[in-house]
């Protein structure tokens, strides 16, 4: 079985915790607000779009941000980031950060006062315990310390560990449809449905292989070119071991000559 054929076959049974997948279910608006809602627990108003996969470059050479799905309310006074986040790489509140700060900067543009900018939630799905306290769901905004005044900048940061424990309902419904795809309720069901359509499409197919086959290309060019930098690495130390060992008896002329050094090497090893 050749690597398309082997990707046909994945694709068919992608679920909806795969970054593709979610994203690509999270632009049927109608999902897209019920899953917030249930995380939150808490009305939400109408939304008219949902930018997937949407990168935000603030300025030549500064780290840019792709958003997973980014969910912006009908008049536009908020903005939710939802993110489906697989593996723990132990960066998460620096993460929240960053995309929390990328986003207002990309938001306010020149001479407008702050307050234009929206109410802002970061929503992180993670398919790991990321504070390892057992609970499904945490949820952040600034605030006194020791007042415990809030702040009142409209800037929240929600963690949903779907591995935690909570006695809603409905959030246990969705957790357990994200880790097991069981379907247990009419949301589930409308996600399950738009996951098995998407499985059907065509087009998103060919979509999800050619980012697979793009992305396993440069990885191998990257491994080829990590051992390329190794091999270099290592005729180096070999050529300064042997410098270091015949220079007392040959002239470097010699060495290079016997070594066959060529010039940037030579400018390298500083000979």
């Given at each position: ?17 795969d ?9 049927n608006?109608n999902?897209a ?8 627990q ?23 941000v ?9 008049e536009g ?5 939802v993110?489906?986040q ?15 700060a ?10 407008t ?13 993670c398919?790991y ?40 309902k ?17 949301t589930?069901?409308?996600i ?5 359509k ?14 697979k ?13 990590g ?24 002239s ?6 016997m ?5 940037s ?7």
């Amino acid at each position: 079985m050749n690597i398309e054929e082997q990707l046909r076959q994945q694709y068919a049974t992608l679920p909806f915790s795969d970054n593709f997948m979610f994203t690509h279910v999270m632009e049927n608006l109608n999902i897209a607000r019920k899953v917030i809602k249930i995380i939150l627990q808490e009305e939400i108003p109408d939304i008219d779009k949902s930018d997937i996969e949407k990168t935000v470059e603030t300025s030549v050479g500064i780290h840019g941000v792709r958003y997973d799905v980014h969910i912006r309310t009908a008049e536009g006074e908020i903005i939710y980031n939802v993110e489906m986040q697989q593996t723990d790489k132990k960066n998460l509140p620096k993460r929240m950060r960053y995309y929390q700060a990328t986003a207002d900067t990309s938001f306010l543009q020149k001479n407008t006062d702050y307050n234009a900018l929206p109410k802002y939630y970061t929503i992180f799905i993670c398919k790991y315990d990321p504070f390892g306290t057992e609970v499904a769901l945490h949820k952040f905004c600034n605030y006194d310390v020791a007042g415990h005044l809030p702040l009142g900048d409209e800037t929240y940061k929600v963690v949903l560990n779907v591995l935690g424990t909570t006695d809603r309902k409905e959030l246990q419904g969705f957790m357990d449809y994200v880790t097991n795809g069981i379907v247990s309720d009419d949301t589930t069901q409308d996600i399950d449905t738009e996951v098995n359509k998407i499985r059907q499409n065509s087009v998103l197919m060919k979509d999800y292989l050619d980012m697979k086959i793009r992305d396993d290309e440069l990885k191998n060019e990257s491994r080829a070119e990590g051992r390329a930098e190794g091999r270099t690495e290592g005729r180096l130390e070999t050529l300064k071991q042997a410098i270091e060992s015949l220079k007392k008896t040959m002239s470097i002329e010699a060495i290079v000559a016997m070594f066959n050094i060529s010039d940037s090497e030579r400018k390298i090893l500083a000979i």
